[in-house]
């Protein structure tokens, strides 16, 4: 599989296809050893070596099972990337109760927001820990909507530090939005941005700002949430399907069937349009898509290997279903 390097880090490359492992710390149900382990063989054998974890994902669960799946594969031939922002302190008096985050795990810890410099330092630390792994190749931190201003004094500087230091060898953010993304990208030392739900084939937000901020500073953008969290992963979507983990309105609903009537009318389903669709943008170095079983993996293989046609970008934008600058 093609892999891309980071225009500003170029010894760190990215597969254009990336393992998420939220769900290997049980995002929503129960995920066993066994089946996350032939969930990393198939991407394996599929050509993935890019694999994105954090703390956050199972209250470490999803660390300790990459750093286990990978562990005894050639350490130069696969990329990690993990997060801080989030320590997990011990919660023993809570251990009988599951985690109220969405995850399927004992809440035996819990989550504390930490962009300070020390914070960055125990953070990866622990990761390492969990893992088991000789280093992480890339840290984001980890949604810090809310902490702009200790993430840009602290937590950057702190891993610019680590950076340069050959402890990791790249640095950046990670967020559900895109404006705030931009201000990292235009105001700090960041090499990557990873970008959940704000470029997809169903919205193009992220176009006006970060995308082109990105281009210019030289800055990769790594996207996730391509499905828009579950309305476009289906050929036609159900009317209980989520859009930012939440039951999506009607009228996004509505719009991801035109799109779905397109897609058809040019010989692909909706979820091989979404994946190819994100990859189109210069500025774009890898797209990390969620990953639970063999099954999801193999499906995910064989949609990001389906023929696009290029006719199809501008049909859409006819048809006012996708942004006139897109594509």
């Not at 500003?8 to 149900?29: D, E, K, W």
Request: proline share 6%.
């Amino acid at each position: 599989m093609r892999a891309r390097p980071l225009p500003r880090r170029p010894s760190v490359r990215l597969t254009a296809l990336g393992f998420g492992a939220a769900q290997a710390g049980n995002l929503y149900r129960a995920t066993t050893d066994e089946e996350f382990a032939a969930a990393v063989d198939t991407a394996w054998a599929g050509g993935l070596r890019y694999f994105d974890t954090a703390p956050h994902y199972g209250l470490g669960l999803s660390e300790r099972r990459i750093g286990a799946a990978l562990r005894t594969r050639p350490r130069d031939e696969y990329v990690v990337s993990t997060k801080v922002g989030r320590l997990l302190v011990p919660s023993p008096q809570d251990a009988q109760r599951r985690d109220p985050e969405g995850f399927d795990v004992p809440a035996d810890h819990r989550r504390v927001w930490d962009f300070s410099r020390d914070g960055v330092l125990r953070s990866l630390e622990s990761s390492l820990a969990r893992t088991g792994l000789d280093r992480v190749d890339v840290v984001y931190l980890h949604d810090p909507d809310d902490h702009w201003e200790q993430a840009a004094a602290e937590a950057v500087p702190a891993l610019v530090e680590l950076r340069d230091q050959g402890v990791v060898g790249a640095i950046g953010a990670g967020m559900n939005q895109s404006h705030l993304l931009t201000r990292f990208v235009e105001e700090t030392d960041v090499d990557v941005v990873m970008c959940a739900g704000r470029y997809t084939l169903l919205e193009q937000g992220a176009l006006a700002d970060l995308l082109p901020a990105a281009e210019r500073r030289g800055v990769g953008v790594v996207v996730a949430g391509v499905y828009n969290s579950g309305l476009l992963s289906q050929d036609r979507p159900p009317a209980d399907a989520t859009y930012n983990y939440q039951q999506a309105p009607p009228e996004l609903i509505d719009r991801a069937h035109r799109i779905a009537d397109v897609c058809q009318a040019h010989g692909v389903t909706l979820p091989q349009a979404a994946l190819a669709f994100v990859r189109s943008h210069p500025a774009v170095v890898s797209t990390v898509v969620g990953l639970r079983n063999r099954a999801q993996v193999t499906q995910t293989l064989t949609r990001a290997d389906a023929d696009v046609p290029a006719a199809l970008w501008p049909a859409l934008r006819a048809a006012g279903l996708l942004a006139p600058v897109a594509a």
